[in-house]
């Protein structure tokens, strides 16, 4: 666990390991909508044996100050204020669902710092139904906090219990912080621009995301010159969560290609 100041702004990160190892590529994770560090522990755990992950909470989320944003730009700025702080240069940025949508944001704009993107269940453009947004505004509202819906963004064989630990993990965001984290998706739209991002860049989808689907990865291996594309068989939005042996070993192929 750690904390750094950012603009004025308490930012919490978590790090199993320590960030001075010699060995290994440091990996830079961004959560999605509503989340928090806490969904990638497990993966984190698994990959820490031979790279140097860090998770960051974005503002308004777990252990950090603010109250979230309507924009990407904005998270993107603590995501690389971060690395800032922690004097990280030549990074792999890896952003799920929103967080996908941070680290185009990133390569778009500061791509001389960044080693390599991993795009993990996101999209270049990230258009949610309006229907989402309506009942995360009422939600706001009212302060009443839907029940977890495994037929939303799991795959068929994925147990009830790894849905009530996703909505257990999330419990803490604010509904107000989800809300505005919907329309930050809603507004983001980089489909034009992926082609100019010749970083190597890892995509990875389950193949039973109905949230961001197949489709918007097969965009980003058609359309970015240096982009490779990895399906998770038996997993929804979440496969490093529904699929956690399968998703870790395809990261793990992926950054020990890298070079060192």
Same mark, same amino acid.
């Given at each position: 666990?750690?904390?750094?100041?950012?603009d004025?702004?308490t930012?919490?990160?978590?790090?199993?390991?320590?960030? *001075? &190892?010699?060995? !290994? $590529? @440091?990996?830079l994770?961004?959560?999605?909508? #509503?989340?928090?560090?806490k969904?990638?522990?497990?993966?984190m755990?698994?990959?820490?044996?031979?790279?140097?992950?860090?998770?960051i909470?974005?503002?308004?989320?777990?252990?950090?100050?603010?109250?979230?944003?309507?924009?990407?730009?904005?998270?993107?700025?603590?995501?690389?204020?971060?690395?800032?702080a922690?004097?990280?240069?030549?990074f792999?940025?890896?952003?799920h669902?929103?967080g996908?949508?941070?680290?185009?944001?990133?390569a778009?704009?500061?791509?001389?710092?960044?080693?390599?993107?991993?795009?993990?269940?996101?999209?270049?453009?990230l258009?949610?139904?309006p229907?989402?947004?309506?009942?995360?505004?009422? *939600? &706001?509202?009212? !302060? $009443? @906090?839907?029940?977890?819906?495994?037929?939303? #963004?799991?795959?068929?064989?994925?147990?009830?219990s790894?849905?009530?630990?996703?909505?257990?993990?999330?419990?803490?965001?604010?509904?107000?912080?989800?809300?505005?984290?919907?329309i930050?998706?809603?507004?983001f739209?980089a489909?034009?621009?992926?082609?100019?991002?010749?970083?190597?860049?890892l995509?990875?989808?389950?193949?039973?995301?109905?949230?961001?689907?197949?489709r918007?990865?097969?965009?980003?291996?058609?359309?970015?010159?240096?982009?490779?594309?990895?399906?998770?068989?038996?997993?929804?939005?979440?496969?490093?969560?529904?699929?956690?042996?399968t998703?870790?070993?395809?990261?793990?192929?992926f950054?020990?290609?890298?070079?060192?």
């Amino acid at each position: 666990m750690g904390f750094a100041e950012i603009d004025g702004l308490t930012i919490h990160y978590e790090a199993p390991r320590g960030l *001075a &190892a010699p060995v !290994g $590529q @440091r990996v830079l994770y961004v959560h999605g909508t #509503g989340c928090n560090t806490k969904v990638w522990t497990s993966h984190m755990t698994s990959l820490a044996e031979a790279h140097i992950p860090v998770a960051i909470d974005l503002p308004g989320h777990g252990q950090s100050g603010g109250g979230g944003f309507r924009g990407m730009a904005d998270y993107t700025h603590y995501v690389m204020g971060l690395a800032d702080a922690l004097d990280w240069d030549q990074f792999v940025l890896a952003g799920h669902s929103m967080g996908g949508g941070v680290a185009l944001t990133a390569a778009l704009y500061d791509p001389e710092r960044l080693k390599a993107l991993m795009l993990i269940d996101t999209g270049a453009r990230l258009h949610v139904a309006p229907a989402i947004i309506q009942a995360a505004r009422r *939600a &706001a509202q009212s !302060g $009443q @906090r839907n029940a977890p819906d495994r037929t939303v #963004g799991y795959a068929a064989s994925t147990p009830q219990s790894v849905a009530q630990a996703v909505y257990d993990m999330t419990a803490d965001t604010r509904l107000e912080v989800t809300y505005k984290d919907w329309i930050c998706d809603d507004m983001f739209d980089a489909l034009a621009r992926v082609k100019d991002i010749d970083l190597p860049t890892l995509a990875v989808c389950g193949d039973e995301d109905n949230l961001t689907p197949l489709r918007n990865h097969k965009f980003f291996r058609d359309q970015m010159p240096n982009c490779e594309l990895q399906i998770i068989p038996q997993a929804g939005h979440w496969p490093f969560l529904e699929q956690p042996e399968t998703f870790t070993g395809v990261v793990e192929d992926f950054l020990d290609r890298l070079p060192s």
